[in-house]
């Protein structure tokens, strides 16, 4: 166990709805980060957010938003879902930007 | 593009054997490399290395990282069923603003049988 937990485990939804996906860093750990996998692109870097600033983006889509919130929380976003956003969606946390990042155990999203 | 390219794709060994993992990469700004073993859910850390040559070790995993070569090995000796998973190699790179993110290679999914 990480100390990093993600609600909900599974999310099935339909297409063009909205889903919020929640992470809870370990204690302590300012930073925040969004990974999608899926099974052709593998690990994809989302966006990370240091003490509740955005600090950085990667392959986000348009229709994908994040915040972090000032208990370190974070919530992923997605709106207008296709086909194609099925897929595992981590967030990892780190104390700070030179610390490992631990994973959280997932949330798995189903478009259908 | 930053890019890390791991091999082989898949390996099936017995109990006992000895495997070498492979992750070679190319990036912009290399922080350190990272090895993650993956069962069934959540990447779950091994090693990081930052320094050329100084082999990292933990039980019967050992990592090292040749940052000439831009190459990394991950060594599993007297495999075990247990260590069946998927490994995966990642590259923190420094992105700027303060941030960093990590590319991930597709993995390698390592089989034991008994």
């Known amino acids: 166990d990480s100390g990093v937990t993600q609600t909900p485990k599974h999310l099935i939804t339909a297409t063009g709805q909205r889903v919020t996906l929640r992470c809870s860093p370990r204690s302590g750990d300012l930073s925040v980060y969004w990974y999608q996998q899926s099974l052709d692109q593998g690990l994809q870097f989302l966006i990370h957010y240091y003490n509740g600033e955005e600090r950085a983006k990667g392959n986000i889509l348009e229709r994908f938003s994040a915040q972090q919130f000032p208990d370190l929380h974070s919530e992923l976003n997605l709106s207008s879902l296709e086909l194609g956003d099925s897929a595992l969606y981590f967030c990892?946390?780190?104390?700070?930007?030179?610390?490992?990042?631990?994973f959280g155990p997932g949330t798995r999203l189903t478009v259908l | 593009e930053d890019k890390v390219v791991q091999s082989p794709l898949s390996l099936v060994v017995h109990e006992g054997d000895t495997v070498t993992l492979n992750c070679s990469y190319e990036v912009t700004n290399f922080r350190s490399l990272l090895w993650y073993k993956q069962e069934k859910k959540a990447p779950t850390f091994l090693f990081m290395l930052?320094?050329?040559?100084i082999e990292k070790k933990s039980g019967r995993l050992s990592s090292i990282l040749d940052k000439k070569e831009l190459f990394s090995i991950l060594n599993i000796t007297a495999t075990q069923t247990g260590d069946s998973a998927v490994y995966l190699c990642?590259?923190?790179?420094?992105?700027?603003?303060?941030?960093?993110?990590?590319?991930f290679g597709k993995g390698t999914k390592l089989t034991v049988n008994p």
């Open positions: 930052t320094s050329s040559g």
């Open positions: 990642a590259v923190e790179v420094v992105i700027g603003g303060g941030s960093e993110k990590l590319v």
């Open positions: 990892a946390s780190s104390r700070g930007r030179k610390d490992t990042q631990y």
